[in-house]
């Protein structure tokens, strides 16, 4: 059974950082694609960054050059360094997982493992 257990959450205030970190277990498929998701209230559920397991990456406009998406494989941890942080930043941030190694952020796919969440929140 996968299993992905997010940490890292936080309060911080606009320009700060946080790093997130998911670890997997259970997970057993030789190809992967691992992102991270972010949910605020009232909004729809996007897609932040994501990573395949040949390490190519993709992130959202919002976050490019603030975001970083990393994987230590010897952990099985996911991470997020998320600089420079704004309000607009402020939801729950999720870690997926997939074996669908091509699916990074594409649109109208969804992933077959989630966690359960990590609250971040930047005030102004």
């Known amino acids: 059974q996968v299993q992905l257990v997010e940490s890292g959450g936080g309060s911080v205030q606009s320009g700060g950082s946080l790093r997130l970190s998911c670890a997997v277990s259970?997970?057993?498929?030789?190809?992967?694609?691992m992102g991270w998701f972010r949910q605020a209230p009232g909004k729809a559920r996007e897609g932040v960054a994501a990573?395949?397991?040949?390490?190519?990456?993709s992130y959202a406009d919002s976050v490019k050059g603030r975001f970083t998406i990393s994987q230590d494989n010897a952990k099985n941890t996911l991470y997020l360094q998320m600089n420079s942080l704004k309000p607009e930043d402020t939801a729950m941030y999720y870690c997926?997982?997939?074996?669908?190694?091509?699916?990074?952020?594409?649109?109208?796919?969804?992933?077959?493992?989630w966690g359960q969440g990590t609250q971040v929140t930047v005030s102004s």
């Open positions: 990573i395949d397991s040949d390490g190519s990456t």
């Open positions: 259970g997970y057993t498929y030789s190809t992967y694609c």
């Open positions: 997926a997982a997939d074996e669908r190694w091509w699916l990074l952020l594409l649109p109208g796919y969804d992933y077959n493992y």
